[in-house]
């Protein structure tokens, strides 16, 4: 995939527009392998994704990338814009701290999206199920 915009654009967007679209393209890589492992009903689809996708979880990966320092300096840079930007909206089923930490989760992916940096976006997401996964054990 190739860029959406020019590297320069990405220092203007917001780091919250940055994590709308990490949002949706994570969930959209996540239901994807959920319907590949075989899950199609809209209940149970939804109700597996949540394990994926919450704030809950996005921060907890995010704590075991800096453990095993797998962001790149520029990663975390857009990262830290997520999750520094200022919502306008308020965590409802966790802390303001993991929210905001998710989402600068999610302004990474989107990060990574918008620079059409396809095959690194999909590393992450491989390992983000793998870790997910594993932590479900």
Request: charged residues 30%.
């Amino acid at each position: 995939m190739e860029k959406i915009m020019e590297d320069q654009v990405y220092e203007q967007i917001n780091g919250i527009a940055l994590a709308y679209m990490g949002d949706a393209i994570y969930e959209v890589y996540i239901r994807k392998h959920l319907l590949q492992k075989g899950i199609t009903k809209p209940t149970k689809l939804h109700h597996k994704a949540t394990h994926y996708v919450s704030a809950k979880a996005q921060a907890f990966l995010i704590e075991k990338m800096h453990e095993i320092g797998l962001m790149t300096e520029e990663e975390a840079e857009y990262y830290r814009r997520g999750r520094n930007a200022k919502s306008h909206t308020s965590a409802k089923n966790t802390s303001v701290l993991t929210y905001r930490i998710s989402t600068g989760f999610e302004a990474l992916f989107g990060y990574l999206f918008l620079s059409g940096q396809t095959k690194r976006l999909e590393q992450l997401v491989k390992w983000c199920i793998e870790t997910v996964e594993k932590e479900k054990k």
